[in-house]
């Protein structure tokens, strides 16, 4: 994992449901994760999202290098 993505996963927050469904968001409060889903099911099922914004799985891995190229402060 990248720093970018380190920093990005820790400034995340994650809440919980009461059926145990994971939810993570940014600062701005949208779902977003780039190192995993952002919605994780207890049945197993999950959603990626990117700042807000819903993924496919297949779609996802171009998205996270895509969201870190253009978020790069070096």
């Known amino acids: ?37 952002a919605v994780e099911y207890v049945s197993g099922q999950c959603q990626y999202w990117i700042d807000g914004a819903w993924l496919n799985e297949a779609s996802y891995p171009d998205a996270v290098k895509r969201y870190l190229s253009e978020h790069n402060e070096s």
């Not at 809440?15 to 939810?23: I, L």
């Open 1 to 37: 994992m990248s720093l970018d993505a380190l920093f990005d996963a820790l400034a995340c927050n994650r809440e919980t449901d009461n059926m145990g469904n994971a939810y993570y968001f940014n600062s701005s409060n949208r779902l977003h994760r780039i190192n995993g889903p």
